[in-house]
């Protein structure tokens, strides 16, 4: 039901476009120390290779590279500013109830509070478990698995002038806020919709509304809203009432769109720039000049006693975000080298510079983490398509291409095999009901020509076909078309290539603007890529139906418009199943019948490579914002 | 035997020539070519364009002989361990090989044939449309000129990278659009000259007496002005080349010219951009390959330019006479 | 001359008017592509599409957006408007503003170094043609016009940035160093050199070509060689009497090029990092957003278009003849 913005973890390296020269700066920096500090075994552990991808070694002792780069040791120090640097501003003004990317789930750690959140550890099993945040404990939950009940901590207050108590209305109005025709569009209500009783009805009505009306409008449609599955009886309580019940909901109350929302938020049209945002964290943004610069300060009405998951050691947070597209990548890489920047922001290690970050001397610096249950990128077929007489939609046709890919390419295009694993089924490791098996075998996963080629003659196409293909025209997505095409090639299939612009992946004439745009085959292939929402033993359902359920083909992100009733019927029973391993175990079958109907090509599941500046402390990765925690930072005196 | 007037007009067999030997006339050919020759530096500029031609055209036979496509990937034996490509003098690559482990030295080969086709083909497509241009309004005047003129002046004054961009951004990139781009932008160059000079010789005599013979329109612009005209629209097409292949280089470049897998000097050096430093051949060899080319062309331009120009004569006496005796 | 520049200001609306109606109609030409698709986030459902639509005017039939488009274009104060950028909502004109001096400052500076470089090298070869100094010169001409700017580019950062950086010479900043020249003139010029270089070079190397070519005809006139019987020193020659008669052609040219850096040096932006206007077009095309394409766009063409009148008024000014045409 939902996708994250793989805006960041999706440029991996190599991006398009002009000045990505300054790889040359940045790695013969690194290349002269790496070259003077001789051989070595990478200390990171990717050596360790499959591992890492095998959820049951994260918790492992011997795996020490999740904490290598964590530089804990030694007290807190208070003070300093943090420079986070990158190349994309937030694209919904952070606004907690419309902010869809990674990077801006990271910088709402710092100024949002959820009824419940991910505590920042070096243990992936802690760090995917949602804990009490804004909430005194973890809910209460009635015998039906129906009612969650939750009661609010004392002391959390607002930064408004004086500070006001944070209220459970204020938790009301964030949820009920989502649902706003300005802001729906950018976050995801779908969540609330299918999990909270009474909230479509409103939230179907909410989003129809005028998007040109007054705030006063909107705050009549919020202040006057009955929804039956969110009631608070008093101050410090909420208590959601469910549909049916659902494994998740606390993961789905945890994601920052059910952050709190003050009464204030409703005295203004949304994402306007300027308008002020409020902060019931350790920090609140003082400043946004839009397109160039977030800073972030102290919040003096936050105290440390009311959070167990935040920290407020920096006394700024400064967030630049306006360097040259292409080169940022590399141009953040060597600021960080040189310490003149500590955090990267959107860009992750140039695949490039990655070896010589592999050295002893860098190697502290340098994380390699996961984000299980990753799928990036995949070949989607448009099964609707009429082009080579309607093969597409022809199962055999489908069956014979999943052995045309030469995966273990597409892993050295992202980097190599030590942050790449090819992937053969809709469910990566690390996410729910993922239970390894692969109906397409090839010889270590680089494809099998023969087999693809004979099976496309027995699927009535001796002959071959031709595909279209629409690729981003940014980052490793001209080099995975090309390999694709390669790997076609060989199995008789032509790809003909059309370019389209990065911007969001949705438009561009991948996402149909209708019902029935597929049919008019503009592309028969494409290669999105897919990040869950959250990780966990509890995350099926962020990856799976979005891709794969058919009612949400159009305009969702089911982008090749693949509907099996059959799959739809499991995916229902995995979200109302009341265990997680009845869950899992749903899961695991939609998964099965997926691969079954081949609608699409998995290529692999990676680790995302981050680097810090020395002078970083405290480095915990959360996979929740696919990053550093920046609340739990501080940095040397 | 009667003789008739063709016989009596038949020039006088060369026996029947007079014995002295006088200065033998030189058509204006002759003389660029006689200039041309003395000029090493033409001369090497012709070499080098030949070469690139000869590389452009043997580029299939380069493909056989090494056994690399251009556009095959190879990733697998034409990487290293982390995706970077691997250093000239690795078994069976001279040049090297790119991100996806394709051979560079194919790769140039084939990209020679990109820029090319596309400095030649936009140039001449931009020089028939321009010359035509000019030539009709330089000829008519009056409504036809005025509305040609400002169509020109209003295409010059197009930010035209920037509109290269959109077009490119609309349409998708592929060669003929390339070409087509190119071409758009350089045409106005060629008709703003060509109307001057079609301005300036319609009013000479050798117009007015051909319009009294009774020819028609077009019979003079093309027949009796366009000859006069071809020394300057050469030397203008000649040059109009690098500028063709400089332009095609930088679109590519931006990800918005010659698309993938097609090899082109510029987005190979696109392509280089990821891998930089680490792998300086990736980059080195395309940027040699282009400037060569386009410094070739250029020199070649200035040459021609030089030798067609009359005056420059006075520049040439200069040097012969400071010679030895 | 009044009339004379009526008609060009006339004709600069139109080719605006042109300029923009292209944009527009290439915008919404191209099939498949949704702007709401582009502005929603991912868990859009047709609701929510269809409430892009209504905020943003997109399901308004094309020409009525392209008419409400063209009358807030109409330039009274308070009326103007540009629109708001799709992606943050900033009013374009405030994204104008905060990029344009960035070009401003890269064609100030840019556009001194190539007249004085330009003129210089042209004048120095012009008066010795054929010595080694012309030869200098003319090596320099041809490097500059063969080699495209981001090669120039990337070639000026890897060699004077990087390798004397390495060496322990951090003489020159990295790329996307840029301070405004209100919070400090000296970095803001430090920051500035090397894109200077770039832009400055290839231009000086056409200006002085086309200096040294215009001067060599200047100096083959009677009037200089009466004034060098006349007895005056053959630098008054040069510096008083033919390089003003011969700079006219320079004054022409570098109008455009200054018209065309203001508008937004789009290859060298993004070498080196600039956040100018032509960085925020490049990026705002790839995101459809739509307003800020046209705004950008329009203000290139409008410095374009500007600096052809300007230029052809002074021209008017100083060669009557080209009014009456």
């Not at chain 1, 953040?332 to 040189?338: K, R």
């Not at chain 3, 890897?158 to 003489?171: C, E, M, P, R, S």
Request: a neutral charge; hydrophobic letters at 45%; charged letters at 15%.
């Amino acid at each position: 039901m939902s996708v994250r913005n793989l805006q960041r973890r999706d440029e991996v390296g190599a991006s398009r476009g002009v000045a990505k020269w300054m790889s040359i700066l940045a790695f013969a920096a690194m290349a002269i120390v790496a070259c003077g500090s001789g051989t070595s075994t990478p200390s990171s552990g990717a050596a360790q290779g499959n591992d890492l991808f095998n959820p049951s070694n994260f918790n492992t002792a011997n795996i020490s590279w999740l904490s290598a780069n964590q530089n804990a040791s030694g007290s807190p120090v208070m003070g300093g500013t943090l420079q986070i640097e990158g190349s994309t501003d937030l694209s919904a003004a952070a606004d907690p109830q419309a902010e869809y990317e990674t990077i801006g789930f990271t910088l709402e750690r710092a100024y949002t509070r959820q009824l419940l959140s991910y505590p920042a550890s070096t243990n992936l099993t802690k760090a995917e478990t949602a804990v009490p945040d804004a909430a005194a404990s973890m809910p209460t939950v009635s015998a039906d698995g129906l009612t969650y009940t939750f009661t609010l901590r004392p002391g959390l207050m607002w930064n408004t002038n004086p500070p006001r108590a944070v209220t459970s209305r204020d938790f009301k109005r964030g949820v009920l806020r989502n649902c706003d025709p300005t802001l729906a569009p950018n976050g995801n209500p779908g969540y609330y919709i299918a999990t909270i009783a009474g909230f479509r009805a409103f939230c179907t009505a909410f989003e129809a509304a005028n998007p040109g009306e007054s705030p006063a409008a909107r705050a009549a449609t919020i202040n006057n809203a009955n929804v039956s599955g969110i009631q608070t009886p008093n101050d410090t309580t909420i208590v959601f009432t469910l549909t049916q019940p659902a494994t998740d909901f606390n993961n789905i109350i945890a994601l920052p769109f059910a952050s709190a929302a003050p009464a204030e938020y409703l005295t203004y049209t949304p994402l306007a720039p300027g308008n002020i945002l409020y902060s019931d964290g350790p920090y609140a943004i003082t400043t946004y000049n839009v397109g160039h610069q977030i800073i972030l300060t102290r919040n003096a009405s936050w105290a440390q006693s009311t959070d167990p998951l935040r920290h407020q050691y920096v006394n700024e947070i400064d967030v630049k975000v306006d360097l040259a597209g292409s080169a940022a990548a590399t141009q953040v890489q060597q600021d960080l080298s040189a310490g003149t920047a500590d955090l990267e922001w959107n860009t992750n290690v140039p695949p490039a510079d990655i070896r010589g970050l592999e050295s002893p001397s860098w190697s502290r610096q340098l994380g390699v983490f996961p984000a299980p249950g990753t799928t990036n990128p995949y070949l989607v077929f448009n099964v609707q398509s009429p082009n080579s007489s309607g093969a597409l939609g022809n199962i055999k046709v489908r069956q014979a291409l999943e052995y045309a890919i030469d995966k273990v390419a597409i892993n050295k295009i992202y980097g190599g095999a030590s942050l790449n694993e090819p992937l053969n089924q809709v469910i990566a490791p690390g996410a729910e009901g993922y239970v390894p098996f692969n109906d397409y075998p090839t010889s270590g996963n680089q494809g099998d020509p023969a087999k693809c080629k004979s099976l496309l003659k027995a699927a009535g196409y001796p002959n071959g076909i031709t595909l279209k293909d629409y690729y981003r025209n940014s980052g490793n997505h001209p080099a995975v078309f090309q390999e694709v095409q390669s790997d076609f090639a060989k199995c008789g299939v032509t790809v003909v290539g059309t370019p389209i612009a990065t911007g969001y992946y949705g438009s561009s004439g991948i996402g149909v603007t209708t019902p029935n745009g597929l049919k008019a085959g503009h592309w028969d292939i494409t290669e999105p890529g897919w990040v869950p929402d959250w990780f966990g033993p509890t995350n099926g359902r962020a990856t799976l139906p979005d891709i794969f359920d058919g009612a949400l083909s159009f305009p969702g992100s089911d982008w090749g418009g693949y509907d099996n009733p059959a799959v739809d019927a499991l995916v229902a029973q995995a979200e109302s199943a009341t265990t997680i391993s009845a869950a899992a175990a749903l899961w695991h079958q939609a998964d099965l019948q997926v691969m079954k109907d081949a609608p699409f090509i998995p290529f692999e599941t990676s680790l995302t490579p981050l680097f810090r500046s020395a002078r970083v402390h405290n480095a915990v990765f959360i996979p929740f914002s696919e990053y550093y925690d920046i609340t739990q930072v501080w940095l040397s005196a | 035997m009667t003789l008739s007037a063709v016989d009596v007009a038949r020039p006088p067999a060369p026996s029947e020539e007079p014995a002295v030997k006088g200065i033998e006339g030189r058509t204006p050919l002759q003389l660029v070519v006689a200039r041309l020759r003395t000029d090493r530096v033409a001369l090497a500029s012709v070499v080098v364009i030949l070469l690139i031609v000869a590389l452009a055209i043997a580029a299939p036979l380069i493909a056989a002989i090494t056994g690399h496509g251009p556009s095959q990937t190879n990733v697998d034996s034409g990487t290293d361990a982390n995706g970077q490509p691997l250093p000239p003098g690795t078994a069976g690559y001279l040049l090297g090989t790119d991100n996806l482990g394709r051979d560079i030295l194919v790769r140039i080969a084939f990209g020679a044939r990109i820029s090319l086709l596309v400095g030649v083909l936009a140039t001449a497509i931009a020089t028939i449309v321009g010359v035509v241009v000019g030539l009709f309004a330089g000829y008519f005047g009056g409504w036809l000129d005025t509305l040609l003129a400002r169509l020109m002046d209003v295409v010059l004054s197009f930010p035209y990278v920037l509109f290269a961009i959109v077009l490119v951004s609309v349409f998708g990139s592929s060669l003929p659009l390339t070409i087509l781009v190119i071409a758009f932008f350089s045409f106005a160059a060629i008709g703003r000259i060509v109307r001057g000079q079609a301005l300036s010789q319609r009013e000479k005599e050798y117009v007015e007496a051909s319009h009294s013979l009774g020819a028609g329109n077009l019979r003079i612009m093309f027949v009796d002005i366009l000859p006069n005209l071809v020394a300057p629209v050469i030397v203008l097409a000649t040059l109009l080349i690098p500028a063709a292949i400089i332009f095609e280089a930088t679109l590519s470049f931006l990800g918005l010219g010659v698309q993938p897998p097609t090899p082109s000097w510029g987005n190979m050096l696109s392509d280089a951009e990821g891998v930089g430093f680490q792998a300086w051949w990736f980059y080195i060899f395309p940027m040699l390959f282009l400037l060569a080319t386009t410094l070739a062309f250029n020199l070649l331009g200035d040459a021609v330019r030089d030798a067609l120009d009359p005056r420059t004569e006075r520049l040439f006496a200069g040097r012969r006479k400071n010679k030895p005796a | 001359m009044i009339r004379f520049l009526i008609r060009r200001v006339m004709l600069g609306l139109i080719t605006l008017w042109v300029i923009i109606t292209l944009v527009f109609v290439l915008y919404y030409a191209r099939p498949g592509v949704d702007p709401a698709r582009e502005l929603a986030g991912r868990a859009v459902t047709p609701a929510l599409l269809a409430n892009i639509n209504k905020e943003y005017g997109f399901d308004q039939p094309v020409i009525v957006q392209y008419w409400h488009y063209l009358e807030r274009l109409v330039p009274i104060p308070g009326h103007f408007n540009l629109g708001t950028s799709n992606t943050n909502r900033l009013p374009v004109t405030t994204i104008i503003a905060q990029a344009a001096p960035v070009d401003i400052s890269l064609a100030a500076g840019a556009a001194i170094l190539w007249t004085v470089l330009g003129i210089s090298v042209g004048v120095l070869a012009a008066r010795r043609p054929r010595s080694l100094l012309d030869r200098g010169a003319t090596v320099f001409v041809l490097t500059g016009v063969s080699m495209p700017v981001f090669i120039l580019g990337l070639l000026l950062l890897y060699v004077l940035y990087y390798q004397l950086t390495i060496h322990g010479f951090a003489i020159f900043p990295k790329p996307g160093s840029w301070t405004p020249i209100t919070t400090n003139p000296l970095e803001w010029a430090h920051d500035l050199i090397l894109p200077w270089i770039t832009v400055a070079l290839v231009v000086a190397a056409t200006y002085s070509r086309l200096t040294r070519s215009s001067l060599l005809e200047t100096l083959g006139e009677d009037y200089i060689r009466t004034a060098r019987a006349k007895g005056l020193s053959e630098r008054r020659v040069v510096y008083r009497h033919a390089l003003r008669s011969s700079l006219t052609p320079i004054v022409t040219q570098f109008g455009i090029d200054l018209a065309g850096v203001l508008g937004g040096a789009i290859v060298t932006e993004s070498i080196f990092g600039l956040p100018g206007l032509g960085l925020a077009v490049v990026q705002a095309i790839q995101v459809q957003n739509l307003p800020v394409v046209i705004g950008i766009v329009l203000v290139a063409a409008f410095f374009v278009v500007a600096a052809n009148i300007i230029v052809d008024a002074l021209y008017a000014v100083l060669d009557p003849r080209v009014r009456v045409s």
